[in-house]
């Protein structure tokens, strides 16, 4: 049974940080991309950062510099470290595959101003 656990999010005031986790399990995760995608009110769901399995990274201009995703194959996690944080931030943030097979539930990140 394939699962993506999250963890992180929250409240946060603008300059501030957030780390976001995900706990994949039930699929072969050295055999995926991993991604944390996010959907804001109204908008729809859009790639955040991008990490493959060898450890390439790709962010969205808008948080590149600012955001950092990484990951631990003998773990199987994944993370985003989030700096500098802006209100357009705010969204339900979600993990998942680079292919968009599976995904996270899904974690609320408010960024007050």
């Known amino acids: 049974q394939v699962e993506l656990v999250q963890s992180g999010g929250g409240l946060v005031q603008a300059g501030g940080s957030l780390r976001l986790s995900c706990a994949p399990s039930g699929f072969r995760f050295t055999d995926y991309a991993m991604g944390w995608y996010r959907r804001s009110l109204g908008e729809r769901r859009e790639l955040v950062a991008r990490i493959t399995a060898d450890g390439r990274t790709y962010y969205e201009d808008s948080v590149r510099g600012r955001f950092t995703i990484s990951r631990d194959n003998y773990k199987k996690m994944v993370t985003l470290q989030m700096n500098s944080l802006k209100p357009e931030d705010t969204a339900v943030y979600f993990c998942?595959?680079?292919?968009?097979?599976?995904w996270g539930p899904g974690t609320q990140v408010t960024v007050s101003s």
């Open positions: 998942g595959t680079g292919d968009q097979r599976y």
